[in-house]
């Protein structure tokens, strides 16, 4: 069965570009998270999809952050403008209800120069 | 707020030895989930082993065992007889009702 897939794997962008990660959850998950990981806060939850609807974006860092599910197949989380700080690696997860395992997609290293 | 605690950074062990890696936990749920996941040098993140609050059993997976330790908000890995493929990061993590929480993870490097 293929895992959770992410697209791009690595994306090198100049400030102020935008930038666009994709994922596609693992078939039948009702669920789907966006993490960002840096040395410095580890790993941190963006937001959270439930049925394709977001249900907590309190982890999105700014307004220049968005996110969508537009189908229960696909999701994208957008930067735009991006910035330096943004450099981080950025993962999907998704899961059969929101207690059970995660399963992570292979990430999207992102570098913002 | 439920919060997760790894206190060993770094971690040396000898090929073949069995490794135990650190987790304390916080929280004030009463229902709550512990995981384990690794990260390799390659980045990918992997589900190890799954303890549930209600379980009275200690998890196992393989190699990989959990010492469940309620009473002390402890979450344990275990990993016996060590391999040189074991070398990576390994999270701690916890779901309640504020979400997952990672730990701050152990960096485990297996020497032959």
């Known amino acids: 069965d293929a895992g959770v897939i992410q697209s791009p794997r690595h994306e090198v962008t100049e400030m102020g570009q935008e930038v666009t990660l994709r994922c596609k959850p693992i078939?039948?998950?009702?669920?789907l998270f966006w993490y960002r990981q840096t040395m410095m806060r580890g790993l941190e939850l963006l937001i959270y999809?439930?049925?394709?609807?977001?249900?907590?974006d309190s982890g999105m860092p700014e307004d220049r952050f968005s996110a969508k599910m537009p189908n229960a197949s696909f999701s994208t989380l957008k930067i735009q403008p991006s910035e330096p700080r943004d450099s981080a690696v950025y993962f999907c997860?998704?899961?059969?209800?929101?207690?059970?395992?995660?399963?992570f997609g292979p990430g999207t290293r992102l570098t913002v120069l | 707020a439920q919060k997760i605690t790894q206190t060993q950074p770094g971690m040396f062990v000898q090929e073949k030895e069995a490794v135990t890696l650190d987790c304390t936990y916080d929280t004030s749920d009463q229902s709550y989930g512990l995981f384990w996941y690794k990260q390799p040098s390659s980045g990918e993140m992997i589900f190890l082993i799954y303890?549930?609050?209600?379980?009275?059993q200690n998890a196992t997976e393989g190699r990989y065992s959990l010492n469940f330790q309620k009473a002390r908000k402890s979450a344990n890995l275990v990993i016996s007889a060590s391999q040189l493929g074991d070398s990576a990061m390994y999270f701690c993590a916890m779901r309640g009702a504020d979400g997952l929480t990672f730990g701050k993870g152990t960096h485990l490097i297996i020497q032959p």
């Open positions: 078939s039948g998950h009702d669920y």
């Open positions: 999809f439930n049925n394709n609807v977001p249900i907590d």
């Open positions: 997860a998704s899961s059969f209800g929101g207690a059970d395992t995660q399963y």
């Open positions: 303890q549930g609050s209600y379980d009275e």
